[in-house]
């Protein structure tokens, strides 16, 4: 079982920044694939970024490429996702989740665990 708890969230102008973390608890966060999805009102949960078990692999959705950046240091069971130059389209609830594919994966059926979700709010 894993936990995950998303902070970092918040209200920011276009072309600020924002840091997303997700702490996660359980032994075996390491084994896991990591992804970021994200949810704005009235549409789908879409896929963000993912990262592999070691962190040695990342990809991410067109429209944040050059952009944003996931990472995670798994000797404090977190990963990160740094979003910069953030538009007002960005504007989602934020999700961290946790997969066995340990490559991640940016289907939503390949993860398991889920967080919360935090708001990211970008005004114009």
């Known amino acids: 079982q894993v936990q995950l708890v998303e902070s970092g969230g918040g209200l920011v102008q276009a072309g600020g920044s924002l840091r997303l973390s997700c702490a996660a608890s359980?032994?075996?966060?390491?084994?896991?694939?990591m992804g970021w999805f994200r949810q704005a009102p009235g549409k789908e949960r879409e896929f963000v970024a993912a990262?592999?078990?070691?962190?040695?692999?990342?990809y991410y959705t067109d429209s944040v490429k050059g952009r944003f950046t996931t990472s995670r240091d798994n000797a404090k069971n977190t990963v990160y996702l740094q979003m910069n130059t953030l538009k007002p389209e960005d504007t989602a609830v934020y999700y961290c989740?946790?997969?066995?594919?340990?490559?991640?994966?940016?289907?939503?059926?390949?993860?398991?665990?889920w967080g919360q979700g935090t708001q990211v709010t970008v005004s114009s």
């Open positions: 989740a946790a997969s066995r594919a340990q490559r991640g994966s940016s289907l939503i059926s390949a993860y398991v665990y």
């Open positions: 359980g032994r075996t966060f390491s084994t896991y694939g």
């Open positions: 990262i592999s078990w070691t962190g040695g692999t990342t």
